[in-house]
């Protein structure tokens, strides 16, 4: 069904198994907000579809046959203007996700995720925000406090605005969400967000949503 007006968030997707990946393309297809131009069983074969599609999202299981997920997302975020990008993952790959983070993956989700989740999660990835399953949050936080991401001291530099606009940057809204939530153009957000990942010490969105998640609402 393609919703009137509405152009849909062009996607690739790529899983070895190609039951789930008929499966997740029939749920993210459901309601025309999300179109999969191209899918792919190995990493090699996500490089070429990119380079064959352009699309704005890619989701990625990064344990592929071949050219595994995070060699092709190595590749794949190197070059210029790489499509936003979420890992696919299970509960058991808690390694592959903190490596996928260290590479700059913008999402991580979970596969039995609900299908409006994972739509939601498409969408924003595609208007710029970064997306985080709170069970991967919850499983990544206790791996990364040694050190992946910097301490939170940084967080006591952030001014009232950039810590409003954290929280929001950290409930995984694009910058247009967060502009029309305080009232600022999106020029003006995307001037605080470059300052809170300067000022945090980190290199994405998903790492500053990282930082904010770890201390809670202690900031």
């Not at 009137?4 to 907000?33: K, Q, S, T, W």
């Not at 509960?91 to 299908?115: H, I, N, R, S």
């Not at 499983?139 to 810590?163: F, I, M, V, W, Y």
């Amino acid at each position: 069904m393609r919703l009137p007006g509405v152009v849909p968030v062009r996607l690739v997707l790529a899983d070895d198994e190609p039951l789930l990946r008929r499966g997740l393309r029939v749920l993210l297809e459901a309601d025309g907000r999300v179109q999969v131009v191209a899918e792919a069983a190995d990493g090699a074969a996500l490089l070429d579809a990119v380079r064959a599609t352009s699309p704005d999202v890619a989701l990625v299981d990064v344990q592929m046959p071949g050219v595994d997920g995070l060699t092709a997302l190595r590749t794949l975020l190197s070059r210029p203007d790489p499509p936003a990008v979420a890992v696919l993952t299970t509960f058991d790959l808690d390694d592959y996700v903190a490596t996928a983070l260290d590479l700059g993956a913008q999402g991580f989700l979970l596969k039995d995720a609900e299908p409006e989740a994972l739509i939601r999660a498409v969408v924003d990835l595609a208007a710029g925000g970064a997306v985080l399953d709170p069970r991967i949050t919850a499983r990544l936080l206790p791996k990364l406090r040694g050190g992946r991401l910097k301490s939170n001291t940084q967080l006591d530099s952030l001014s009232t605005r950039e810590r409003q606009v954290l929280a929001l940057v950290a409930d995984g809204h694009p910058n247009a969400v967060i502009a029309a939530e305080l009232g600022l153009s999106e020029a003006t957000v995307k001037s605080y967000v470059s300052t809170v990942l300067m000022k945090l010490g980190v290199d994405n969105r998903v790492q500053a949503a990282l930082v904010a998640h770890r201390v809670g609402g202690t900031w």
